[in-house]
């Protein structure tokens, strides 16, 4: 019993000098290990480096330089814009000094090739359409080379044809007619557009542009088939009501497109660019028959023919409308209108409060938008 009293004793006295001693230094060096851990990270948020941000290879947020200038307005970070492409920022100094006249310089990372030197402390810029990633910076110019700019990094995200197409002009609809849009268009020479699978949005119902007719005939396209494709100088014109056509709600106008008119009501207006008969085109004809086709005005569909004779008469019904005429003027390259009609079969557009149409291409990507009713929501 003693000597196992005296072992536990030794035990005890190995385990104090042991251990014991070492745990006020671990207790320090654990203190220790958390203030280093801070002075780090304080020394990084205040480390300047003698390599100042030149480069668009380098991103601007591993720059470890002072900054001295900061952006006051403009796209928050990250920001999407997804209605415009003109962006406006503003900036000034962290430290203004009102005795010092400071010049800046400016750079759109994506779309400058080089730095923007400015007396001014705002710049608007308009960049091309397209959804992209930009970044702005700001720095003074005379610290270029011993500071890091203040950025702002943003994303545009409109569509390609922003500006192409837009909602011209709005009517809204009677008791005696329906509401018309009209789309207007500002492309380049020989510049097309598809516009197949856009959409024109309201606030409850939306028109999707699926497919349409180029050179309309009532027997070999008698239904939509093809892509909507848009060429400078065209208008759209979209109707709440439903298509004369039958099955084509959406076609484009040509030179004898105007023979229609006298044969159905078209809620948009047809434009009367039927070619003239020329005396040449009928000199084998009786005197009288010419008289009679001569003293037709444009687009108008010959009456009273049973006054002709047979020769006439033939001539009459196989050339004086639309199938004679789209026979032999469609295979000229100048035989398209500059207009394409679309029927709707719905309102689109509402009355009495302040809603907004807004113009989608096929990615859902914003192109144009009108604001209408309430005086235009000028409250």
Same mark, same amino acid.
């Not at 720095?139 to 890091?148: F, L």
């Not at 197949?196 to 007719?213: C, Y």
């Given at each position: 019993?003693?000597?196992?009293?005296?072992?536990?004793?030794?035990?005890?006295?190995?385990?104090?000098?042991?251990?014991?001693?070492?745990?006020?230094?671990?207790?320090?060096?654990? %203190?220790?290990?958390? +203030?280093?851990?801070?002075?780090?990270?304080?020394?990084?948020?205040?480390?300047?480096?003698?390599?100042?941000?030149?480069? #668009?290879?380098?991103?601007?947020?591993?720059? !470890?330089?002072?900054?001295?200038?900061?952006?006051?307005?403009? @796209?928050?970070?990250?920001?999407?814009?997804?209605?415009?492409?003109?962006? !406006? %920022?503003? &900036?000034?100094?962290?430290?203004?000094? @009102? +005795?010092?006249?400071?010049?800046?310089?400016?750079?759109?990372?994506?779309?400058?090739?080089?730095?923007?030197?400015?007396? *001014?402390?705002?710049?608007?810029?308009?960049?091309? @359409?397209?959804?992209?990633?930009?970044?702005?910076?700001?720095?003074?110019?005379?610290?270029?080379?011993?500071?890091?700019?203040?950025?702002?990094? &943003?994303?545009?995200?409109?569509?390609? =044809?922003?500006?192409?197409?837009?909602?011209?002009?709005?009517?809204?609809? $009677?008791?005696? *007619?329906?509401?018309?849009?009209?789309?207007?268009?500002?492309?380049?020479?020989?510049?097309?557009?598809?516009?197949?699978?856009?959409?024109?949005?309201?606030?409850?119902?939306?028109?999707? %542009?699926?497919?349409?007719?180029?050179?309309?005939?009532?027997?070999?396209?008698?239904?939509?088939?093809? +892509?909507?494709?848009?060429?400078?100088?065209?208008?759209? =014109?979209?109707?709440?009501? *439903?298509? @004369?056509?039958?099955?084509?709600?959406?076609?484009?106008?040509?030179?004898?497109?105007? =023979?229609?008119?006298?044969?159905?009501?078209?809620?948009? $207006?047809?434009?009367?660019?039927?070619?003239?008969?020329?005396?040449?085109?009928?000199?084998?004809?009786?005197?009288?028959?010419? #008289?009679?086709?001569?003293?037709?005005?444009?687009?108008?569909?010959?009456?009273?023919?049973?006054?002709?004779?047979?020769?006439?008469?033939?001539?009459?019904?196989?050339?004086?409308?639309?199938?004679?005429?789209? *026979?032999?003027?469609?295979?000229?390259?100048?035989?398209?209108?500059?207009?394409?009609?679309?029927?709707?079969? &719905?309102?689109?557009?509402? !009355?009495?409060?302040?809603?907004?149409? =807004?113009?989608?291409?096929?990615?859902?990507?914003?192109?144009?938008?009108? $604001?209408?009713?309430?005086?235009?929501?000028?409250?």
């Amino acid at each position: 019993m003693i000597i196992t009293v005296i072992i536990i004793l030794v035990l005890a006295l190995i385990f104090i000098n042991t251990f014991l001693p070492s745990l006020p230094m671990l207790k320090e060096n654990v %203190f220790l290990s958390q +203030d280093t851990d801070s002075q780090v990270e304080t020394s990084i948020s205040e480390k300047q480096s003698t390599t100042p941000y030149t480069s #668009e290879t380098s991103t601007p947020e591993t720059q !470890t330089l002072e900054i001295t200038t900061k952006i006051v307005s403009g @796209p928050k970070h990250n920001e999407v814009i997804d209605e415009t492409n003109e962006i !406006t %920022f503003q &900036f000034d100094l962290k430290i203004p000094d @009102p +005795d010092k006249r400071t010049r800046f310089e400016t750079k759109v990372l994506g779309f400058d090739t080089d730095w923007k030197s400015t007396s *001014s402390k705002k710049r608007t810029i308009t960049l091309p @359409p397209g959804p992209k990633k930009y970044t702005f910076l700001v720095r003074e110019k005379e610290k270029a080379e011993t500071t890091s700019p203040a950025q702002r990094i &943003f994303k545009l995200n409109i569509s390609p =044809y922003f500006g192409k197409v837009e909602i011209e002009d709005l009517e809204l609809g $009677t008791k005696t *007619s329906y509401s018309l849009i009209t789309l207007d268009t500002d492309l380049e020479r020989e510049e097309e557009i598809n516009m197949t699978d856009w959409q024109l949005q309201g606030r409850l119902k939306s028109f999707d %542009f699926s497919k349409g007719i180029q050179a309309y005939h009532p027997i070999f396209n008698a239904v939509p088939n093809e +892509d909507i494709i848009i060429k400078r100088g065209d208008t759209i =014109y979209l109707s709440a009501a *439903s298509t @004369p056509l039958g099955l084509v709600n959406v076609f484009k106008t040509n030179q004898c497109t105007g =023979y229609l008119d006298d044969l159905r009501d078209f809620p948009i $207006t047809i434009p009367e660019d039927c070619p003239k008969i020329e005396q040449d085109d009928i000199s084998e004809l009786d005197q009288c028959c010419q #008289e009679y086709i001569l003293d037709l005005e444009k687009c108008e569909l010959p009456k009273d023919t049973y006054v002709l004779d047979l020769e006439c008469k033939n001539y009459v019904t196989n050339n004086i409308n639309y199938e004679g005429c789209f *026979s032999k003027y469609s295979k000229y390259n100048d035989f398209l209108g500059d207009e394409w009609h679309m029927y709707l079969n &719905f309102n689109l557009v509402l !009355t009495g409060e302040c809603h907004t149409l =807004y113009l989608r291409d096929q990615n859902n990507l914003f192109i144009d938008k009108y $604001t209408y009713g309430k005086a235009e929501c000028n409250w």
